[in-house]
């Protein structure tokens, strides 16, 4: 008995003794890969743009969230900045801006798209959280302007926070001329695709152009959907 209690002890000892060192061993590791990246990509210079900073003029209120999701905007001096606590309208409804740049990062100019600017003739709710994602998309409709898709993933279509994404068809300041909304009431999606508590619009992104048409394809991410199980979540492509 004594033996084998020994022998237990010793095994135990061992194991943790290895552990340690694969431990150690995988902090040196990520070090050595930490260190390299700064070696080789090391930060020139940054810009932060706030309600205090970058000349933004933007009036914003407590838990608006803006920076919660942010992109590019093509290749324009512009950058797209998702709001989506934004109570303009009703509470968090959301909203999202395009921030026009200098070379470097200084706000010259900006446009808000809300339940009450820019144009936008969306119909947004309480707790929609438009601006939750955003993404910028190819020119769609010819105008020689990049496009813009925002997911709103807390939309009632048909059911509770089913979620929408809305593809925002801008002109040149910003100004919304026509937009899309895509959700279980809108945008010829499958009957039946989406579900109650799916959060489609949570993410969003430009995956290019996958099927030769010459126009942008997109992913929608729906962190809720219970395929295979409770909220295990995908992706729409």
């Given at each position: 008995m004594?033996?084998s209690?020994?022998?237990f002890?010793?095994f135990?000892f061992?194991?943790?003794l ?5 431990l ?11 260190m ?12 932060k ?14 838990s ?5 999701s ?7 001096d512009?950058i ?5 606590g934004?109570?303009?309208?009703g509470?968090?409804r959301?909203?999202?801006y ?28 309480d707790?929609d ?20 898709l ?9 059911g ?5 994404v809305?593809i ?11 937009h ?6 809108h945008?010829?999606?499958?009957s039946?695709l989406?579900t109650?508590?799916?959060e ?38």
């Amino acid at each position: 008995m004594f033996l084998s209690t020994f022998s237990f002890f010793k095994f135990i000892f061992r194991f943790f003794l290895k552990k340690e060192k694969m431990l150690l061993l995988w902090i040196l590791n990520v070090l050595s890969v930490w260190m390299s990246l700064t070696d080789a990509a090391d930060i020139k210079s940054f810009a932060k743009i706030s309600s205090t900073a970058g000349n933004l003029t933007a009036v914003f209120s407590t838990s608006d969230f803006f920076g919660y999701s942010s992109s590019s905007f093509g290749d324009l001096d512009a950058i797209l900045v998702g709001a989506y606590g934004d109570d303009d309208g009703g509470t968090y409804r959301g909203a999202v801006y395009i921030l026009f740049l200098d070379n470097e990062g200084v706000t010259l100019s900006h446009q808000k798209v809300s339940d009450l600017h820019s144009d936008f003739t969306g119909i947004l709710e309480d707790n929609d959280k438009f601006g939750m994602s955003v993404c910028h998309l190819d020119d769609l409709n010819g105008d020689q302007f990049p496009d813009i898709l925002v997911g709103a993933p807390e939309d009632d279509d048909n059911g509770e926070d089913r979620g929408a994404v809305y593809i925002l068809f801008v002109d040149a300041v910003g100004l919304v001329e026509s937009h899309q909304k895509i959700s279980d009431l809108h945008g010829d999606l499958p009957s039946g695709l989406l579900t109650d508590s799916d959060e489609f619009g949570g993410s969003v992104g430009n995956i290019g152009d996958l099927d030769g048409d010459d126009l942008s394809d997109i992913a929608v991410g729906a962190s809720g959907d219970d395929d295979g199980g409770s909220g295990r979540g995908l992706d729409h492509i």
